[in-house]
C-alpha cells in the first residue's frame, strides 16, 4: 500500500516569500491533517479535513496560512508572506476515519532566512 | 482536554542495552499509538494499542497498555543505532475527536 506522499521534501526561501506544500494521502482516507513541528517540539495540528470539508482550523495562522482539499483527495497548504518562525516540518497525515490513528508523510522541512 | 505525558524526555544508551519509554495520559485512554520519529523527517506508525493489558511487538519493540488504559510502556530489547530517534506517543481524544500527541522521547544509542 502506497504512504502519504509530500512535496517537496525540502524548501529554503527568503521571509515575506511565498511558498507551498502538496500532500497526496493514502487512498481512501477521508480525513486528512496538517501538523506543523518546530524543532524540539511535538507536532502541533495545523487544519483537519473530513473529504473536502475543513473540521478543525483552529490554530491554523490564518492571516498567512491557507490550505484546500478540492475533490476531497490531494491538500495543498500554502504560506504567504514566509515568517522566520515559520520554519519547521510540515507534515500531513491521512487516516481512514478520525477516530483512528494516522499514517504520516516524510514531511517538508521549510527554513524560512 | 486530554494530555500525554512522557518520560523520560532524553534517553542515551549503550548499544545493547534495554530501555523503557513510558507514556501517561490525563485520561481513559481509547487508541494508544507509538510512532518513531528520525530528526527533521516524518513520523513512522510503529504501533496501535486499544484493548487494556493488551502488547504488541514489532521486532525488538514492545508496547503495552495497562489494565486501566491511562498509560502505556514501549520497550527495546538489545538497543541499536537503528532505534535511535524521537519516539511519540498518540492518542485520540473522544471529548475533542482530535489527535493528540505526547511530548516526545529523543533516543540516543552509542556505539
Known amino acids: 500500500e502506497a504512504g502519504v506522499a509530500q512535496s517537496p521534501r525540502y524548501k529554503i526561501i527568503e521571509k515575506r516569500q511565498s511558498v507551498a506544500f502538496w500532500c497526496n494521502p493514502i487512498?481512501?482516507?477521508?480525513?486528512l491533517y496538517w501538523y506543523q513541528q518546530i524543532l524540539g517540539q511535538g507536532p502541533k495540528l495545523l487544519i483537519q479535513f473530513q473529504n473536502n470539508g475543513v473540521v478543525d482550523d483552529s490554530q491554523l495562522p490564518k492571516d498567512r496560512f491557507s490550505a484546500e482539499r478540492l475533490k476531497g483527495v490531494d491538500s495543498t497548504l500554502k504560506i504567504q508572506p514566509a515568517k522566520l518562525e515559520d520554519s519547521a516540518v510540515y507534515l500531513c497525515?491521512?487516516?481512514?476515519?478520525?477516530?483512528?490513528?494516522?499514517?504520516f508523510g516524510q514531511g517538508t522541512r521549510l527554513t524560512v532566512v | 482536554s486530554q494530555e500525554l505525558e512522557q518520560s523520560p524526555q532524553s534517553l542515551i544508551v549503550q548499544e545493547g542495552k534495554n530501555l523503557t519509554i513510558n507514556c501517561t495520559s490525563s485520561?481513559?485512554?481509547?487508541?494508544l499509538y507509538w510512532y518513531k520519529q528520525k530528526y527533521g523527517e516524518g513520523l513512522i506508525f510503529l504501533m496501535m494499542l486499544q484493548k487494556g493489558g493488551e502488547e504488541k511487538s514489532h521486532e525488538k519493540i514492545t508496547a503495552k497498555l495497562d489494565e486501566k488504559k491511562q498509560q502505556s510502556s514501549l520497550h527495546i530489547t538489545a538497543s541499536q543505532p537503528s532505534h535511535a530517534g524521537i519516539y511519540l506517543c498518540g492518542a485520540d481524544d473522544p471529548g475533542t475527536y482530535k489527535y493528540i500527541f505526547g511530548t516526545g522521547t529523543r533516543l540516543k544509542v552509542l556505539a
Open positions: 485520561k481513559t485512554l481509547y487508541g
Open positions: 487512498s481512501g482516507h477521508a480525513t
Open positions: 497525515a491521512s487516516s481512514l476515519d478520525f477516530r483512528l490513528g494516522a499514517f
